[in-house]
């Protein structure tokens, strides 16, 4: 059965009208990219604001979206038209496994365009029909902390019907900044490469023994096409491949997992070469608790 995600994306939205087409296209782009590495299909379509993914597995298709950057959430929808009876009905089926005896909810309902119905007044009566139909259940209203939300989300003659948003990486799609090089030698410096590509840089990954796996298993996940290069340990060696990487890949500067006192030699050192190190005011154990986040998302 094939399964419908409302893709959301928030900074996006932000951009003058040139701009957001350009990372809109982007955007679409990198989510299909996605889908054609893992040889799985994807039907994409869109109205202001969001975008509709239509896969084959809800589950897989959902681990993919997550890791797409400009992606701040997702949610597995069901798709009704927009009518007063039909959101009722698909409504209280979908509902029939979520609330169990004794459970509390709450609806969640909003609009965008013209109906016969305000947010609240839709909300109110699918409450009330909720109670009705499982009126044995000992089911409560809760607006506050309810145990099961359930999302009535109109959009002209359309509505989407959902329990949950899953997170996504947020930031700006891949591809739409500059080129950067970034050593990886740990928790630091990968997570520094991982900042960059979230403000839409693509990074060829430079490794150092011992962090391949977070290479491999983490940032590659968010992009399948990064090129990656091995290096030797020892200051000079990594300096020597990051220099010819600059110059053969054509990138704007370097990721270095360095701290402030260090930064005045390193950009005299690099020149005109921009320097970057976005976790420079982390802690090591900030570090460790991005990473985790970061892993999470991509696992």
Request: aromatic residues 6%.
């Amino acid at each position: 059965m094939t399964a419908l995600l409302l893709v959301r994306y928030g900074e996006l939205a932000l951009k003058s009208p040139p701009v957001r087409r350009e990372f809109e296209a982007t955007l679409r782009r990198n989510l299909v990219g996605q889908f054609v590495h893992e040889g799985l299909s994807l039907r994409l379509r869109s109205d202001r604001g969001h975008l509709y993914a239509e896969a084959d597995d809800a589950d897989a298709a959902a681990r993919l979206v997550r890791r797409v950057f400009g992606v701040t959430s997702l949610s597995v929808v069901h798709e009704v038209p927009t009518s007063r009876e039909g959101i009722r009905d698909r409504l209280l089926e979908l509902s029939d496994g979520k609330l169990v005896a004794g459970s509390t909810f709450a609806v969640r309902a909003r609009r965008t365009g013209q109906h016969p119905f305000t947010s609240q007044e839709l909300a109110r009566d699918l409450g009330a029909d909720l109670l009705a139909r499982f009126g044995d259940r000992g089911l409560r209203v809760d607006l506050t902390q309810p145990q099961v939300e359930l999302f009535v989300e109109v959009r002209g003659p359309r509505t989407y019907l959902y329990f949950d948003r899953q997170r996504g990486p947020g930031g700006i799609p891949l591809g739409v900044a500059g080129r950067l090089v970034a050593v990886v030698d740990g928790l630091r410096g990968a997570l520094g490469a991982y900042l960059m590509m979230k403000r839409g840089c693509r990074v060829t990954l430079v490794t150092l023994p011992g962090s391949e796996t977070l290479v491999k298993e983490v940032l590659l996940r968010f992009d399948p096409e990064a090129k990656v290069e091995s290096s030797e340990a020892g200051t000079g060696a990594v300096e020597a491949l990051l220099r010819r990487l600059v110059e053969t890949t054509r990138a704007d500067g370097v990721v270095l997992p360095i701290g402030v006192d260090e930064f005045p030699a390193a950009r005299e050192r690099w020149g005109s070469v921009l320097v970057f190190s976005p976790t420079v005011g982390f802690s090591d154990e900030e570090v460790v608790k991005e990473w985790q986040s970061v892993a999470a998302l991509a696992s």
